[in-house]
């Protein structure tokens, strides 16, 4: 349903580009070169579908949808805890160590969506909104909006990079796959090596009735090599 309403979503927003851009002449000396450009009918439609359509809808809102949801996984990564019989200082080391790691990731994403499409946002804004264009800002605006234009495409593929760089399962499991050779299907490998190394004590610490009805569980002995392994790959 969020996939559906996203696309309906930005299809919407870019309705009106099917009506208001144009080939147009925008070089008097070159009359044969036409650039797609907006043209609206005045000019108070064109900021406001700007500083409503683009400059809000698409810049302003995720920036701040994407906070929300970083800040929600922050607080439920920061609360979580790996229960022990007893207080272990290299375990809890282990913990807060992961969570920071998380923490920077989160902050890294929203900072690099912010920063990313920023300069194009303020091109625009310029554009729109600041008055005629001066000689100098002409002769600069052809070369530094294609470069912002990359900058903003650019976030689109820059997160996996990011998760590669943070997260050492994320790094295992792509070159996993990649040694595999399959695009689809599970690679289980993470949690077989886990289980491996604490399956005598989890078998031994489940217990189910005739009926399958009811599972009762026994505070089993924590393997600290198991749990160390599961927290070194779980990404965090």
């Not at 008097?28 to 683009?54: K, T």
């Not at 207080?87 to 790691?101: F, I, P, T």
């Not at 994320?170 to 190394?197: D, H, M, N």
Request: contains cysteine; aromatic residues 14%; hydrophobic residues 50%.
């Amino acid at each position: 349903m969020m996939i559906f309403f996203i696309w309906v979503f930005a299809i919407v927003v870019t309705v009106p580009w099917v009506f208001f851009f144009d080939l147009v002449v925008v070089f008097d000396e070159s009359p044969h070169v036409h650039l797609c450009l907006d043209v609206w009918p005045n000019p108070i439609s064109e900021v406001l579908y700007f500083v409503i359509g683009n400059l809000i809808f698409c810049y302003i809102l995720p920036m701040v949808l994407i906070t929300m949801c970083y800040i929600l996984i922050w607080i439920k990564v920061w609360r979580r805890s790996i229960p022990t019989d007893t207080q272990d200082a290299q375990m809890e080391r282990m913990q807060q160590k992961s969570k920071v790691k998380v923490v920077k990731m989160l902050i890294a994403v929203v900072i690099l969506f912010v920063l990313s499409w920023f300069p194009l946002y303020l091109i625009f804004a310029r554009i729109k909104l600041g008055g005629p264009i001066q000689k100098w800002e002409a002769e600069m605006l052809p070369i530094v909006t294609p470069l912002a234009q990359w900058l903003g495409s650019s976030n689109s593929c820059i997160n996996p990079i990011l998760y590669a760089f943070f997260n050492k399962k994320y790094r295992k499991g792509f070159v996993a796959i990649v040694k595999s050779r399959k695009c689809c299907g599970r690679l289980r490998y993470y949690e077989t090596i886990a289980l491996q190394s604490s399956s005598t004590s989890t078998r031994k610490s489940w217990h189910y009735n005739n009926n399958h009805a009811s599972i009762t569980r026994r505070s089993p002995p924590v393997d600290k090599n198991a749990v160390s392994f599961i927290f070194n790959h779980t990404g965090v």
